[in-house]
């Protein structure tokens, strides 16, 4: 369908948009007060009817933002919404609503991070705003610390990522992380995990697991969240993780025992990597790694069969 704003317009894949947003696409996930106050004024559609409009049209949760920044102290805020299709005309200038400016703008003019186009379907643009918005929490503009972990997982069905979230939860609570940090998972397939394997590693060929720790701990000790949090989420990131899929499948037939579990415990080595276990002794350290891994996964219901 095409949609156009002043001095804008596109040609956008409403069907290809709404399916991302319903299966991958996550409420903005920002825990500071500014940003928590943004979602609440979308979830209760307390934003411009214009902008709700062309929203709903594409099928976008308005909390869904894929950038989320109050600018000022006093309100301004700057959102972004990823869609799917091509840009048709580009004016040079936002265009001028009563509640603000918009535009629509293409991925290369950087207007949000990188990672906010993972896993988006491409060809792709942005809905670009900037809007005045009203305080509406009880409470004052701070950043406070989140209670639960953020820990996205894109490339599978819904089942799939809630499942990984509640085992990789399972596995920071057996080792001990009390406070909310961030993990990131990717879900991919062989030739996915060859190629991050080949960029990242320098390793040409697939795996099963690969982790990414954002910090070089010893197994047991843990990053301190007053001093690692990051100062806009509240968030400890603790690093990323991808998993390749059609590999966990084949190794689950190997091995016989079901994909969940094969999943499971990829999940919980992934996790134990980024928490500084490592098995590359063959000898104390995989011996360690080892133990954690099954008492975790004994803890899960889901021994070794």
Request: with cysteine.
């Amino acid at each position: 369908m095409e949609i156009a704003i002043p001095g804008f317009r596109a040609e956008a894949d409403a069907e290809a948009t709404g399916a991302w947003y319903a299966h991958e696409g996550d409420e903005w996930y920002c825990m500071c007060g500014r940003c928590r106050n943004f979602v609440t004024l979308a979830k209760q559609r307390e934003l411009p009817a214009e902008l709700l409009s062309l929203l709903d049209r594409l099928s976008i949760p308005p909390e869904k933002a894929t950038y989320v920044c109050e600018l000022d102290g006093e309100g301004l805020y700057e959102l972004c919404w990823n869609v799917s299709g091509r840009l048709l005309e580009k004016g040079g200038k936002a265009a001028s609503a009563p509640w603000g400016n918009w535009s629509l703008a293409d991925r290369e003019d950087q207007y949000q991070p990188s990672d906010a186009y993972e896993d988006f379907p491409d060809p792709c643009f942005i809905l670009h705003v900037f809007i005045r918005l009203p305080w509406v929490l009880d409470e004052p503009m701070d950043t406070p610390r989140p209670k639960e972990h953020y820990i996205p997982v894109r490339g599978a069905p819904g089942e799939t990522c809630a499942f990984l979230r509640r085992v990789i939860a399972a596995a920071l609570a057996a080792e001990g992380v009390d406070f909310a940090c961030e993990i990131d998972v990717s879900i991919t397939d062989d030739a996915g995990i060859h190629e991050i394997n080949r960029e990242m590693r320098d390793v040409d060929a697939p795996t099963d697991v690969l982790s990414f720790p954002a910090f070089d701990l010893a197994p047991g000790a843990l990053p301190d969240p007053d001093e690692d949090a990051d100062p806009g989420t509240g968030y400890v990131p603790l690093g990323d993780m991808a998993i390749s899929l059609e590999r966990a499948r084949a190794q689950a037939a190997e091995y016989g025992h079901s994909e969940r579990r094969e999943l499971a415990y990829l999940a919980v080595h992934s996790t134990l990597h980024l928490l500084g276990y490592d098995h590359l002794d063959e000898g104390p350290q995989k011996t360690r790694m080892r133990a954690r891994e099954e008492e975790i996964m004994g803890a899960l219901g889901l021994p070794r069969e």
